[in-house]
């Protein structure tokens, strides 16, 4: 949490991130002066793997990238304690603080990590990952990722697997009530997330819900909203919920201004 509580005046911040993901950033939300609106607009379904593919993947892998916290929660879940232990014998390697933070909380060592930009595109331009001709690297991820990461690794002469563990589906949620609030702000930490939210919503709200500020955590989001017509935005600069209250914070004091 920051270090000192700020004052959000009441401001109504739409949360979109999956349902058991969402508990922190309302907490800080409403611990400093602002009103939480949680609406999910992403679920996440685990997928059960293979249990001789899963036991040949893993005890052939000489490093494992988790994408995201989702990842490293469904693919550890299904490891008993003799595949943990020799998945600690395994490189793991974080795409940014929550991944790292969730394979802490798994019992796992992070052996690396982006200091800075947290995507595949800071993880690829660590030294470490420069020189993995003939090394097998393991991309635990949801279903339909991004090929950034295996494009490149291959590209680099690795062996790439892939072990996809969980899939994204949009939830059944009746909207009208969520219809009959006002929102501030709507904060956005994925691409998938602002698509959906469009998706769930009618057309006819559609001109106005574009006009509502967004607080995204990414460049590449903030161009996946531009393209869907959203028209301002700021941008946080770490993809945390400090950093995203932060953001709220000093756009409220109006210390920044909004990106178009």
């Excluded at 005890?59 to 989702?70: E, H, P, V």
């Excluded at 990590?113 to 003939?134: F, R």
Aim: with cysteine; aromatic share 4%; proline share 4%.
């Amino acid at each position: 949490m920051p270090l000192l509580k700020t004052d959000l005046k009441q401001a109504r911040v739409l949360i979109t991130r999956p349902a058991h993901q969402n508990e922190n950033l309302t907490r800080l939300i409403r611990d400093n002066n602002g009103i939480p609106i949680c609406f999910p607009t992403i679920k996440i379904v685990p997928l059960i793997l293979e249990i001789a593919e899963s036991q040949q993947v893993l005890t052939l892998a000489n490093k494992f990238i988790f994408t995201s916290a989702n990842a490293v929660r469904c693919y550890c879940s299904q490891l008993d304690d003799a595949k943990m232990q020799q998945l600690k014998t395994k490189s793991c390697l974080a795409i940014g603080q929550a991944t790292a933070q969730a394979l802490t909380t798994a019992g796992l060592n992070v052996d690396l990590m982006p200091e800075h930009g947290y995507n595949s595109e800071a993880l690829l331009n660590l030294a470490e990952l420069q020189n993995v001709s003939k090394k097998n690297i393991v991309i635990i991820r949801g279903e339909n990722g991004r090929e950034t990461l295996a494009e490149t690794l291959k590209n680099r002469r690795a062996i790439v697997n892939y072990q996809n563990v969980y899939k994204r589906e949009i939830p059944q949620i009746d909207c009208t009530e969520i219809l009959q609030q006002k929102w501030d702000f709507i904060t956005i930490t994925s691409g998938e997330a602002i698509q959906n939210l469009v998706k769930m919503l009618p057309k006819t709200q559609h001109d106005g819900l574009k006009k509502i500020p967004l607080i995204v955590v990414s460049e590449r989001i903030q161009s996946i909203a531009k393209n869907l017509g959203f028209e301002k935005f700021a941008l946080t600069q770490m993809p945390s919920d400090d950093a995203i209250l932060n953001t709220i914070t000093t756009i409220i004091n109006g210390e920044e201004k909004w990106l178009n």
